[in-house]
């Protein structure tokens, strides 16, 4: 204090100078600069501001109960009874659905949702995700212990790569991801001080991955940093391929022989459309190819509530199941979830009826079975659609959507496009998607955003909006980049 008592004048102790610098260096596409103008667009038209177009059209994120997708009528059943559960005297609900429910509330604090739950996560849940899992897998035993439950797959992803970022300069943990991919990689990558290690996908060979490409950019990373994880996105996000068995056991083969940590991001599961196409579980591959691979390589494998069939996003719902790792790590990562106390309730509840879904016999299967395979067939059907509008595009060319929920072209922008981008320091696809989303309204994510070969422009977009609005958008799109290429030319 000064001598008349008043307090010194000081800066802001937390400024953009003085705080976490690699919070500055977190990118996140998904919801970057066109998202944040899409909602100011919104904003204008509600306030009467003429535009070119009625709506905007938000294709950039796989939410997909905000493209309009119809929540599946028996989780949302259980999760009525788990939040109300005087609803279980309602003669209106199946049995099936109040059974789920009162076990899943006996299971908590109080027989109620409200309650936290042990850090790991419920206990039943967690059993019947090893369950699940043992059943996917055609028998290959789940421990339960292995099993935690999170905060959608992006929480356990971050927490995983918490535990795997060690050492300075030349030994700071090097992060294998491909590109294009998901920019939670990227952007958590930045945040925990990692060193990302870029290896590319093959767009000539439909988004394949080469082991020789793995090979590369492994041996030029060990120059600068110590590569000690593998990330692999299948089905793929945001290119939409779908690995064959074979591609799995040469990617277990390369890690066992690097000794790399495998993390599996698998929430497209159920997401496969293309004929001949299967997913395979890397955790599946893994233990077929037998001990001299089961027993060394050690993985992380993902999944979550907010994708395939269900869509349920919002709920924040997750796993992740841990295999063949170290004791006094597998007590460290208690430790650490344990500071968050828990993964939200409902969002555990949830992923339960995920794993444990109505049975043939059950008062809510054919119901059940009919809403799964509805939205599965509809997403198989814009898939295709997508891929064959956009490849009738001069200077657009679209890979089959084989799985997941995107799809992820290369455009072609002339020169005068390209250097006008440049003027106003920005990615070409950035400027392309700006004005697409100006003059039509449609909001798609530039493919800077997820990364791409130097000299290839892309974007990301769902194919989640419903298939007559699929249909509007694509050929607002196609008319769109006729328009723009004839401009620029």
Avoid at 198 to 209: F, H, I, M, R
Avoid at 259 to 274: G, H, P, R, S
Avoid at 305 to 329: A, H, L, Q, W
Wanted: charged fraction near 20%; charge should be neutral.
């Amino acid at each position: 204090m000064s001598e008349n008592g008043a307090l010194p004048l000081r800066g802001k102790v937390l400024t953009v100078d003085t705080m976490n610098a690699n919070v500055k260096k977190v990118d996140y596409a998904v919801r970057g600069p066109i998202v944040q103008r899409a909602v100011q667009i919104e904003k204008e038209l509600k306030e009467g501001v003429k535009k070119p177009f009625e709506e905007v059209i938000k294709a950039n994120i796989g939410d997909a109960h905000a493209m309009g997708q119809r929540p599946i009528t028996f989780f949302r059943q259980v999760m009525a009874l788990c939040t109300y559960p005087q609803l279980l005297d309602d003669n209106k609900f199946p049995e099936d659905a109040k059974n789920r429910a009162r076990r899943i509330l006996q299971s908590c604090g109080g027989n109620s949702i409200g309650a936290y739950t042990t850090s790991q996560g419920i206990d039943c849940v967690r059993h019947d995700v090893a369950n699940y899992i043992q059943r996917r897998d055609g028998g290959i035993p789940s421990d339960p212990d292995n099993i935690y439950l999170t905060t959608g797959a992006s929480d356990g992803i971050v927490t995983i790569l918490k535990l795997l970022t060690a050492g300075e300069g030349r030994t700071r943990t090097g992060v294998m991801i491909s590109i294009p991919q998901y920019p939670l990689y990227s952007a958590s990558i930045a945040e925990l001080g990692a060193v990302q290690i870029s290896y590319y996908l093959n767009e000539e060979k439909c988004w394949s991955l080469d082991i020789s490409e793995l090979q590369r950019a492994l041996q030029a990373a060990r120059e600068h940093c110590s590569p000690r994880v593998l990330c692999i996105i299948n089905p793929g996000n945001p290119t939409g391929q779908v690995q064959s068995r074979q591609c799995i056991e040469d990617v277990i083969r390369f890690a066992a022989k690097e000794n790399l940590f495998l993390m599996a991001d698998e929430v497209y599961q159920d997401n496969v459309y293309a004929e001949g196409c299967e997913f395979h579980s890397f955790k599946k591959v893994l233990f077929e190819m037998g001990p001299e691979y089961s027993s060394k390589v050690e993985l992380a494998s993902f999944h979550s509530t907010s994708k395939c069939y269900m869509g349920e996003c919002g709920f924040r719902g997750g796993y992740m199941e841990v295999i063949n790792m170290d004791p006094g790590v597998k007590a460290q990562l208690t430790k650490l979830v344990s500071v968050r106390l828990c993964p939200p309730v409902p969002g555990q509840a949830l992923m339960d009826l995920v794993v444990n879904s109505p049975q043939p016999g059950e008062p809510s299967y054919q119901t059940f079975m009919k809403e799964r395979t509805a939205v599965l067939s509809a997403l198989a059907e814009k898939a295709k659609l997508t891929e064959e509008i956009l490849n009738t595009v001069p200077g657009i060319s679209c890979n089959p959507v084989q799985g997941a929920m995107y799809s992820f072209p290369r455009i072609t922008l002339p020169e005068r496009a390209i250097n006008e981008a440049k003027a106003k320091d920005q990615a070409p696809d950035m400027f392309y998607c700006m004005k697409l989303l100006e003059e039509t309204g449609i909001c798609l994510v530039p493919g800077s955003g997820f990364g791409q070969r130097e000299g290839t422009y892309h974007f990301r977009m769902t194919i989640l909006p419903p298939t007559e609005k699929l249909k509007i958008m694509l050929n607002k799109l196609k008319e769109f980049h006729q328009k723009f290429t004839q401009q620029y030319s």
